[in-house]
C-alpha cells in the first residue's frame, strides 16, 4: 500500500502545495519563501526519511505568520491523508536530539487526538527572518492537521538556531519511528478501539 498525501490548500492569504510519501528516502524540494523555515522543513523531511514537495506563496509583506502557520497544517493534512487508517504502524516514539550544546526531547503519539505540549525558550526574538514565537505555532498548527499528540521540551541549550533545529529533528525521528510498519501487527490498527 503506498502511503503518499498531496494537499492544495488556498486562502485569502496563503497558497500552499504539499505532496508526500511517507516511505521515501528523505528527498526534498522546499520552497516557502522563508529562508529559515526552508531549511528546517529540509530537516524535518531529511531526518524522518519522509520524501517532500512543499511550494507556498502567501502574505508575507505583512508578515510571516500566515504563511508558517498554513504551511504546518498542509504538511500535517498530507500526512494525515497518507496514514490513510494508520494500520500497521507503530504509533507511539520519542527521540533525544543532541546538537552542539544543546539537548531537545520529542515525544509523538499518532492517535487522531492532536495536543501540543511545548516548553522551548528562546532567547533571541528572531532566527534569519522568522519571530521566534511562529515556532509554537508551526508545530501547533502541525499536530492538529496531523492529529498528532506531540511534546517537544528543550531540556537545555544557549545557541537559538540549534534548539530549534534539534526540536524539527526530533521531530522528524520520532515520526519515523512511529510512522514503521510494524512486523508483528502489520494487519491491525494499534489501538484497543480499533480505530484512531
Given at each position: ?97 543532541p ?15 492532536p ?54 529533528k ?18 491491525s ?8
Open positions: 500500500m503506498k502511503r503518499k498525501g498531496k494537499i492544495s490548500r488556498k486562502t485569502k492569504e496563503t497558497s500552499i502545495s504539499v505532496d508526500l510519501n511517507i516511505d521515501g528516502k528523505g528527498k526534498y524540494k522546499i520552497n516557502t519563501g522563508i529562508g529559515f523555515l526552508n531549511h528546517m522543513l529540509e530537516q524535518l523531511s531529511k531526518h524522518s526519511s519522509i520524501d517532500m514537495s512543499i511550494k507556498a506563496k502567501g502574505d508575507t509583506h505583512i508578515d510571516l505568520h500566515h504563511t508558517t502557520e498554513d504551511t504546518g497544517i498542509a504538511i500535517g493534512e498530507a500526512l494525515k491523508k497518507a496514514l490513510k487508517n494508520s494500520v500497521g504502524i507503530r504509533r507511539y516514539a520519542h527521540a533525544m536530539i546538537m552542539d550544546e544543546t539537548l531537545s526531547r520529542v515525544a509523538i503519539d499518532i492517535s487522531n487526538r495536543y501540543l505540549i511545548w516548553k522551548v525558550k528562546l532567547k533571541v526574538e528572531k532566527l534569519g527572518e522568522m519571530d521566534t514565537e511562529l515556532f509554537k505555532e508551526w508545530f501547533q498548527a502541525f499536530s492538529q492537521a496531523a492529529g498528532i499528540t506531540l511534546h517537544v521540551e528543550n531540556i537545555y541549550g544557549d545557541n537559538s538556531h540549534h534548539i530549534i533545529e534539534s526540536c524539527f526530533g521531530l522528524a525521528r520520532s515520526l519515523r519511528a512511529a510512522l514503521e510498519i510494524d512486523p508483528r501487527n502489520s494487519k490498527i494499534p489501538s484497543t478501539k480499533g480505530s484512531l
